[in-house]
């Protein structure tokens, strides 16, 4: 089981990035997928997530109107774009896998991806 994700890197304030989660191992179906972020000198927090059919995305309050996330389960991929980003947002932002329903405790998940870093600077 693998959770890779990619697309990370440094962007200036009210730029856009888009990470892509790439998975295998095991059956995306069955798994709400979700995206979380750790700044430095903090806890690990929620950013998002995807329901296992991809019809329910749910967004942390700090994120909302400015990040979308998405799945291709054909791919095996799943996307978080994120738009308008503040410096706030510079963090390693982890993918997640969750057998079932989406939860914004990290506890719950069964995968984790290795990160990425996003650094929003000028």
């Known amino acids: 089981v693998q959770l890779v994700e990619s697309g990370g890197g440094l962007v200036q304030p009210g730029g856009s990035l888009r990470l892509s989660c790439a998975a295998s191992?095991?059956?995306?179906?069955?798994?709400?997928f979700g995206w979380f972020r750790q700044a430095p000198g903090k806890e690990r927090e929620a950013v998002s997530c995807?329901?296992?059919?991809?019809?329910?995305?749910t967004y942390a309050n700090s994120v909302k109107g400015r990040f979308t996330t998405s799945r291709d389960n054909a791919k095996n991929t799943v996307y978080l774009q994120m738009n308008s980003l503040k410096s706030g947002g510079t963090a390693v932002y982890y993918c997640?896998?969750?057998?079932?329903?989406?939860?914004?405790?990290?506890?719950?998940?069964?995968?984790w991806g290795q990160g990425t870093q996003v650094t929003v600077s000028s």
């Open positions: 995807i329901s296992t059919d991809g019809v329910t995305m």
């Open positions: 997640a896998a969750i057998i079932a329903g989406c939860s914004d405790d990290d506890e719950w998940y069964d995968y």
């Open positions: 191992g095991f059956t995306l179906d069955y798994h709400a």
